[in-house]
């Protein structure tokens, strides 16, 4: 005996055993009964959903012997020749293997001949989409008069490829996605009246996976037959797909929130020794943070959800809603990245990383208005430089500060990766009243953002280092690496924000090769893994460009 496929083996035989289309179903059977019948039906819908099953039962009631009805027999010749593919007034064409003009038109040439045995000539187009644009005119030609003998069925995924005049004369009939619940019941269905042993964690597994297709799901229950030697069985379904239990997305997802490393490296190593399809991970990850999210902002909780509710519910606690965006930020960037990465483990854990390591920006930068808050820091020797929270509200260079809490002698680590230009313009005098007699490098830092320089100034003013406070002559060395900010203009616009022109100080400045300029100290804190990850990981910069992501130092050294 050969073994037929389930798919094929139960393929829906009359609009009864269609599974989840009522509405169409509905539509169709009241247009037969009612010998209301319009001469061209276009199916839509994702794929796996039933389009061409509906329509070949469609052709049925049609030619059926027993006489147009909702309800074809099934069991006269015509029916039999039908279901079995042979019925010649049934002409099954695949748009997507037939696009030239020539073969549409050698196909509608016949069309004005009457049919051979049934009432109607059925031309079944599938992916109709697929025509050339001188198949739709062709094909526009016979739909405009089409002959009373034909009717036209034409299914597609994309109707919004068919030419408006095309689709004006269909009837159009969108078929829905399959729920999880609409397909998982209709496996069991079939696995019964095959006394096919199952578990319902399999069902499960397979009617998530099949995504709202049903043909999906049918040739996924062949393929596991096949593998678990005629039962279906969870664990060895999740081995064929190499998915994971949800739980364990869930997992990860606690741990990353929690900073817990440990916890994170076990499910690494755990998810390597699976063999986990990474693809399908993250996919899942995107739909675990998706779901949290809309139980979140809108308390909807999604039919047939993927995950546990109580899980959810407790997820939707723990991790903030800017947490889930910023998440989800990083996953569909993973996603987006496999494309280019021939290593989906890799993909996989650099966003997981980049959930540990990065926090999103916390919006510090519309805060670089100018401030008068601390103004008034009249710098002397021995006060230590404004300390990291207060830089960031009155400067724009601390935008770029880590968001640990770093004490004010390291807080100048991180490199000027994003500009924020002040808002002050050159002509602006800034409030700022600084003691120049006790102004020394050490001090500089603190000044810097008082300053409110911006462009090249700002440049400037970075890679300065102030080597002498002698006489009222203050010496700043610049770099050589700078010296192209060394320019007439962006030394009077320092000494216009110093306001050394009221007072009888003079600014010199002098190249130098070596200086330690807050330009230098903060690229000497970036940590060499930090530079290492910069440089194995384009996406990181990405990152930070486009999400104005910072690089958490301390969880860095870990
Ligand atoms: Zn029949």
Not at 67 to 79: F, K, M, Y
Not at 134 to 158: G, R, Y
Not at 182 to 201: A, F, M, N, R, T
Not at 305 to 318: D, G
Request: glycine content about 4%; charged content about 20%.
């Amino acid at each position: 005996m050969t073994y037929q496929v389930l798919a094929r083996k139960y393929r829906p035989q009359n609009f009864q055993e269609i599974v989840g289309q009522e509405h169409v179903v509905q539509a169709l059977v009241n247009g037969i009964e009612n010998d209301r019948l319009h001469h061209a039906f276009l199916f839509t819908g994702t794929r796996g959903v039933g389009k061409t099953t509906l329509a070949r039962v469609l052709a049925k009631s049609l030619n059926c012997l027993e006489g147009i009805s909702g309800n074809p027999c099934g069991v006269c010749q015509h029916c039999q020749e039908i279901k079995n593919g042979e019925f010649i007034d049934l002409i099954e064409v695949d748009a997507a293997s037939r696009t030239g003009v020539d073969d549409t038109r050698s196909l509608l040439e016949n069309v004005q001949y009457a049919p051979n045995k049934g009432k109607f000539k059925i031309y079944l187009i599938d992916e109709v989409h697929m025509f050339s644009k001188s198949s739709f005119n062709a094909l526009l030609k016979t739909l405009e008069e089409p002959p009373e003998h034909v009717k036209f069925l034409l299914a597609t995924t994309e109707p919004d490829k068919l030419p408006v005049t095309v689709l004006s004369r269909c009837l159009q009939f969108n078929l829905k996605r399959l729920t999880q619940k609409q397909i998982g019941d209709h496996l069991i269905h079939l696995l019964e009246k095959e006394s096919v042993p199952y578990d319902d964690k399999a069902i499960q597994l397979i009617s998530r996976v099949a995504d709202g297709s049903m043909r999906d799901a049918l040739s996924l229950m062949d393929q596991s037959l096949a593998f678990g030697a005629g039962k279906i069985n969870f664990d060895e379904i999740r081995a064929m797909l190499g998915t994971v239990e949800q739980s364990h997305v869930e997992e990860l997802l606690k741990f990353i929130q929690q900073n817990n490393h440990v916890g994170v490296v076990d499910k690494l190593e755990w998810f390597h020794d699976m063999s986990v399809d990474y693809l399908q991970l993250l996919e899942d990850m995107c739909s675990l943070l998706h779901e949290i999210s809309l139980l979140q902002s809108l308390k909807k909780v999604v039919g047939g959800s993927n995950f546990e509710l109580s899980e959810l519910k407790a997820l939707s606690q723990l991790v903030s809603v800017e947490q889930v965006q910023w998440y989800y930020q990083l996953v569909v960037v993973a996603l987006e990245q496999l494309k280019f990465t021939p290593n989906k483990k890799v993909s996989f854990e650099m966003a997981v990383i980049r959930m540990l390591d990065f926090e999103q920006g916390t919006g510090a930068i519309q805060s670089a208005a100018p401030s008068n808050q601390g103004s008034t820091s009249a710098l002397t020797q021995d006060k230590p430089v404004a300390t990291a929270s207060s830089q960031v509200e009155q400067a724009p260079v601390s935008n770029q500060y880590p968001t640990s809490n770093n004490n004010s002698s390291d807080s100048v680590v991180t490199p000027a990766i994003q500009e924020a230009e002040p808002r002050m313009t050159i002509d602006d005098k800034p409030q700022v009243q600084i003691d120049l007699s006790t102004l020394n490098n050490q001090a500089w830092a603190g000044v810097f953002g008082d300053l409110q320089l911006k462009g090249g100034s700002r440049e400037l003013a970075r890679h300065l280092e102030i080597i002498e406070n002698k006489n009222n002559v203050i010496t700043f060395a610049v770099d050589h690496s700078a010296e192209i900010f060394l320019n007439e203009k962006a030394q009077q616009s320092i000494r216009n924000s110093l306001l050394v022109e009221d007072s009888n100080y003079q600014l010199k400045f002098i190249l130098k090769s070596e200086v330690n300029s807050l330009a230098q100290q903060a690229n000497k804190a970036l940590s060499e893994k930090e530079e290492m990850m910069q440089q194995v990981d384009p996406v990181v910069s990405d990152l930070q460009h486009q999400f104005d992501a910072k690089i958490i130092e301390n969880k860095l050294g870990d």
